[in-house]
């Protein structure tokens, strides 16, 4: 059984995941509409694997004699800068994700729940290789720099770019 303080960190996890999900789709749309097309491919398949993690989280408090509730959500908004923006924005995003993370790991220490210990070990793989991604991607784009016909490269390539589930 749950106890109430963790499940509390977990629904506010479900929220930053469903977030997480929502703020993918919109740079995705804005990739879209640019014509970074790679990049869109890319962002689009990552929203949905950020809906993942939210279904896994809601599935593990439900499990485990707690009742998960669906977060409401705002609008990310549509409006970013550049292709170099949007991969910073991300970083920053995952940096924070990923301290959240290790915050319900810590709780799970002080109350002694190894199984939800255990459950989140999945999602610190998880964090290290999107923030390792994103890191890779901003390099990348920091040496294409200004020129359009490396970058129009660049962007057929993340279409390939993926997040491996850490179990796999
Ligand atoms: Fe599921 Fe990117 O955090």
């Known amino acids: 059984m ?12 479900i929220e930053k995941e469903g977030s997480s999900s929502q ?11 640019k014509g970074f097309k790679g990049a869109a491919e890319f962002l ?38 550049s292709l170099m923006g949007v991969f910073k924005s991300i970083l920053e995003h995952e940096i924070l994700v990923t ?13 002694k729940d190894h199984t939800t210990n255990n459950f989140m070990q999945w999602y610190i793989a998880e ?8 890191r890779t991607i901003i390099d990348k784009l920091e040496m294409i720099g200004s020129d359009t016909s490396s970058l129009y490269l660049f962007d057929k390539e993340l279409s390939g770019l993926s ?3 850490p179990a796999e």
Not at 2 to 13: A, F, H, S, V, Y
Not at 45 to 71: C, Q, S, W, Y
């Open 2 to 13: 749950l106890k109430q303080n963790i499940e509390e960190q977990l629904q506010n996890q």
């Open 23 to 33: 703020l993918y789709l919109a740079m995705a749309c804005w990739a879209d509409v």
């Open 44 to 81: 689009y398949a990552h929203a949905d694997e950020e809906r993942e993690h939210m279904l896994k989280l809601i599935k593990f408090i439900n499990e485990r004699g707690g009742h998960a509730t669906v977060p409401s959500l705002p609008s990310p908004g549509k409006d970013y800068q």
């Open 99 to 111: 301290e959240s993370i290790n915050d319900i790991i810590s709780l799970c220490l002080e109350e």
């Open 127 to 134: 964090q290290m290789e999107e923030e390792e991604l994103a």
């Open 163 to 165: 997040i491996h589930d």
